[in-house]
């Protein structure tokens, strides 16, 4: 039996970028690449991606953003709420907003965060709220 989908939209905003193109800056977590970001908010992205290599992250967190951790090389910790979790290669972190997260380790991780993760939306722990451990 045959249905009948709809057809999406033509002319829909893509975007194909090569990590040599994209922008690199000093971040609270180590150095990023950002693959889509800020400078991509025309094309209306469902979430931002960025390359990066961890050496130590503050801890921090973000009140409307969550973050998904991809470990893509390299290893360490992942200290969430004050409590540590050993990662690899091939490990998966997810943040929901509100959690102090930061890392130790050296490791390159693909960050993709939903919604992208505005300057007003970065927190560094007071001495009241759990923290994580600097690397």
């Known amino acids: 039996m045959k249905t009948n989908h709809p057809k999406p939209a033509p002319g829909r905003p893509t975007l194909v970028r090569h990590e ?33 290599d961890i050496d130590g992250a503050k801890p921090h967190y973000h009140l409307r953003s969550t973050e998904i ?3 893509l090389e390299g290893s360490g ?13 091939g490990s998966l972190v997810h943040i ?25 939306d970065y927190f560094e722990p007071t001495a009241s709220e ?3 451990p600097a690397g």
Do not use: F, K, N
């Open 20 to 52: 040599a193109e994209a922008p690199r800056e000093r971040s609270a977590c180590g150095w990023r690449c950002r693959l889509i970001s800020r400078e991509d908010a025309a094309l209306g992205p469902a979430a931002w991606a960025h390359a990066v």
């Open 130 to 132: 759990p923290s994580a």
């Open 96 to 120: 929901p907003p509100g959690v102090v997260h930061g890392a130790r380790g050296r490791m390159r991780v693909l960050v993709i965060g939903i919604p992208d993760i505005a300057e007003d």
């Open 69 to 71: 951790y991809y470990v």
């Open 77 to 89: 910790a992942v200290v969430l709420d004050g409590v540590e979790h050993q990662v690899t290669q």
